[in-house]
Structures are given as structure tokens and as C-alpha cells.
């Protein structure tokens, strides 16, 4: 007999079954405390839980999910509101059926006309397809990289100057995010200070630290790193932020080494990159081994406000899939 299905938002008898599908299928620790962090928490909100939940008819039982995490991006100078496909799943028996994509229909339909412009998702492989078959476009590739700390090979700054990273505080660096990226600056998801508290301060996932970074004496950024145990019981550095991009004053290498003369016991560090960014070739020189295959898709559906044109999004003439105009850091992937 052929199943029905319906979607609807997520209700609060919803949350266990959530939590528990997310263990099975994504993660290791999901909880309560993440899930409330994430969207009960953020300082962007559209006014109730923006989780899409499929509900088997008959049986009334949960058997999928897909959230959309509302962000606010900056782009050309105006800040508009996307939503970030995140922590979605559909249980085993239920799948090839075409529930993730009537996720992604009935948040289109849902939010038009509500606020949200464009989605904006970084996926697996193997729900890329699925999303493209829904009508999102796919900008670009994003690689994970991998260092053990023994292996890093130090390059020369080019004697451009020495360099100095110094722990700052969330305002400091909102002050500098506000000064960099007043005119001119690449598209990319928009740090308030209440955001960059609640991502940097709040966040239940690692722990966060802020560093500025000078140049002969003049600041030219910031630098957020994190550090946790990998499964391995490893100390691993990840590098989550900076302001500006790396290929626009920040020298990478120079930062790492500082980092890492500052924060003790770290084996390993790990970073994520556009495929195509001009740093892959800084990051291999130093010493790190990209994954075989790219770790995340970055995928943008149309919702309102903007329109797909062969299948490019744009915002009036600011073309939203062109990744090379944009800054993206992990800190942005959800």
C-alpha cells in the first residue's frame, strides 16, 4: 500500500524524535542544549521554530526532518535574510521518495513573502542532487584540510613585515568586522555583535578565541580559532573566522605559527576552503592534505526578492551563486 506523507513545522513534542534521528544519522552528541542554542537562541529569528518536519499519514509518525537556520548575509553594502539549510535527515525505510525535496517545496512556499530571500546550504554529497532537484543551483565546492602539527613546513612572510596576534575581545573584533567591511567588502554572512557573542561566546560546540592580528604595528584583522578532542582523544586547532579574507592582508602562515606558539598541546589543525580560493596553494605548501573529495556543496535556492536566471540567483545585478565574490569561513556552515 503506498505511503502518504504531509510536511508541517516543527511542535515541541517533535524535539525527541529530532535529537534521537540526528544521532543516528549525523551526529555523535546531539542534544537539547545544541538544538536550543541553535534555534531557540540566535539573535535571527522569524518568529517560531523554522524546522520542516515529514509526517508519515496513518501512523502520525516523524520520519524526517530539515531545518533552516535564518542568517542575515551582506551584500554590496545591504543586509538581507537568507535561511541555511541545516541538521536534516530522512529515516531509512522512508527515503527515495522525494521527501527532502518537498522540505525544501514547503519552505519556499512557507516563507515567501515572510522575510527570507534565498537559502543558502552547505551539503553532503549525497543530498546535493536531491536539493538541485528541487530547484537549487549549485555554487561551488568547499575542500576540509588536515595538518599534524609535527608535519607543518613554516614559509617565509616575504618580508613583508613581522606579525603580531594578540586575544582580543567579541567587541574589539566587531569594531574591526564594522571597519573592514563598511565599503567594499565581499558578500558574506553579516556579524552584529549579538550574533559574534552568540556564535563565539554561547556556543555549546568548542572553545572560541579571538585574536587580533597587526602588521609592523598596525591592525589589519581578526582571527578566530577553536580547539577540541577529536575522537581520537587529539587536541585539534580549527580555524573559524577572520576579518578580512586571508588573500586580503591577513598572512596565513604567519597567523598559524602564531596561533600555535600561543595555544599549547595541539596535534593537529584542520581548515575549510572555497575549492577554488587562491590560499589552497599557501595551505599545501605548509603542509596540509586536502580530503579526497570536496566536503561540502554550497547550494542557493531562490525564495523571495531574488530571481533564478539559467540557473544563476541574483539580487537585482549582484549575482548571489558567483563565489568568487564572496568570504565564507566555517564559522558560517552550519
Not at 61 to 78: C, D, H, I, Y
Not at 218 to 227: K, L, N, W
Request: aromatic share 10%; glycine share 10%.
Amino acid at each position: 500500500m503506498a505511503r502518504g506523507y504531509e510536511v508541517r513545522w516543527f511542535r515541541d513534542g517533535d524535539l525527541d524524535s529530532y535529537i534521537s534521528g540526528l544521532n543516528r544519522t549525523l551526529y555523535d552528541r546531539y542534544d537539547e542544549g545544541r538544538f536550543r542554542w541553535k534555534f531557540v537562541e540566535s539573535p535571527f529569528s522569524l518568529g517560531f521554530i523554522p524546522i520542516a518536519v515529514v509526517v508519515e499519514e496513518g501512523s502520525g509518525e516523524q520520519v524526517g526532518f530539515n531545518s533552516f537556520l535564518p542568517l542575515e548575509v551582506r551584500a554590496k553594502g545591504e543586509v538581507i535574510l537568507a535561511v541555511q539549510g541545516c541538521d536534516g535527515f530522512v529515516d531509512r525505510e522512508h527515503r527515495r521518495r522525494g521527501l527532502f525535496q518537498r522540505t525544501l517545496h514547503f519552505m519556499a512556499e512557507e516563507l515567501a513573502g515572510r522575510g527570507p530571500e534565498v537559502l543558502i546550504g552547505f551539503n553532503f554529497a549525497g543530498s546535493t542532487g536531491a536539493a538541485q532537484k528541487a530547484g537549487s543551483s549549485v555554487a561551488c565546492d568547499v575542500d576540509r584540510w588536515h595538518l599534524d602539527v609535527s608535519e607543518l613546513r613554516v614559509m617565509d612572510f616575504l618580508g613583508r613585515g613581522s606579525v603580531e596576534l594578540s586575544p582580543i575581545g567579541v567587541e574589539e573584533a566587531y569594531e574591526i568586522y564594522e571597519e573592514r567591511s563598511s565599503v567594499g567588502s565581499p558578500i558574506h554572512f553579516h556579524r552584529t555583535l549579538e550574533y559574534m557573542k552568540w556564535r563565539f561566546l554561547d556556543s555549546p560546540l568548542r572553545n572560541y578565541q579571538i585574536y587580533g592580528v597587526d602588521v609592523d604595528g598596525i591592525a589589519v584583522g581578526y582571527v578566530v580559532a577553536s580547539t577540541a578532542e577529536d575522537e581520537e582523544g587529539v587536541l585539534e586547532l580549527s580555524i573559524d573566522d577572520c576579518i578580512p579574507p586571508f588573500s586580503e592582508g591577513i598572512p596565513f602562515p604567519a597567523v598559524l605559527k602564531g596561533i600555535l606558539e600561543q595555544e599549547e598541546g595541539i596535534g593537529r589543525v584542520e581548515m575549510h576552503t572555497l575549492h577554488e580560493a587562491p590560499i589552497r596553494e599557501n595551505v599545501r605548501e605548509m603542509g596540509f592534505t586536502a580530503e579526497p573529495e570536496p566536503r561540502y556543496s554550497v547550494i542557493m535556492k531562490a525564495i523571495d526578492g531574488v530571481e533564478t536566471r539559467r540557473e544563476r540567483i541574483y539580487r537585482g545585478d549582484v549575482e548571489l551563486t558567483r563565489i568568487e565574490g564572496w568570504h565564507l569561513t566555517k564559522s558560517d556552515i552550519y
